[in-house]
């Protein structure tokens, strides 16, 4: 059993900068892929990045080069950092866990990007 918390969302401007934080318990975390994903306002809910156990990460085409994905397995933390934000960012975002045949969820955090 895995559950999440994420925190750090908010309300920022256009160009700035926020980083996510996603506090897993469970002592499975260290053996679970883990991914960031997001939804906007009457849109799906859409994967931004993930990052295997082994710390290889990827990224959607979106925010490649303005979002780092990274995991601390002591801290059974994830974060993202998001960089260069843009009005289009703006949405809940939520972090996934999966572990073997299971997936998890936290409750997300709002990001919201001004102009």
């Known amino acids: 059993q895995v559950q999440l918390v994420e925190s750090g969302g908010g309300l920022v401007q256009a160009g700035g900068s926020l980083r996510l934080s996603c506090a897993a318990s469970?002592?499975?975390?260290?053996?679970?892929?883990m991914a960031w994903y997001r939804q906007a306002p009457g849109k799906r809910r859409e994967w931004v990045a993930g990052?295997?156990?082994?710390?290889?990460?990827t990224y959607a085409d979106s925010v490649k080069g303005r979002f780092t994905i990274s995991r601390d397995n002591a801290k059974n933390t994830v974060y993202l950092q998001m960089n260069s934000l843009v009005l289009e960012d703006t949405a809940v975002y939520y972090c996934?866990?999966?572990?073997?045949?299971?997936?998890?969820w936290g409750q997300g955090t709002q990001v919201t990007v001004s102009s």
């Open positions: 996934a866990a999966t572990a073997g045949a299971n997936n998890y």
């Open positions: 469970g002592s499975i975390f260290r053996f679970s892929a």
């Open positions: 990052i295997t156990s082994g710390g290889n990460p």
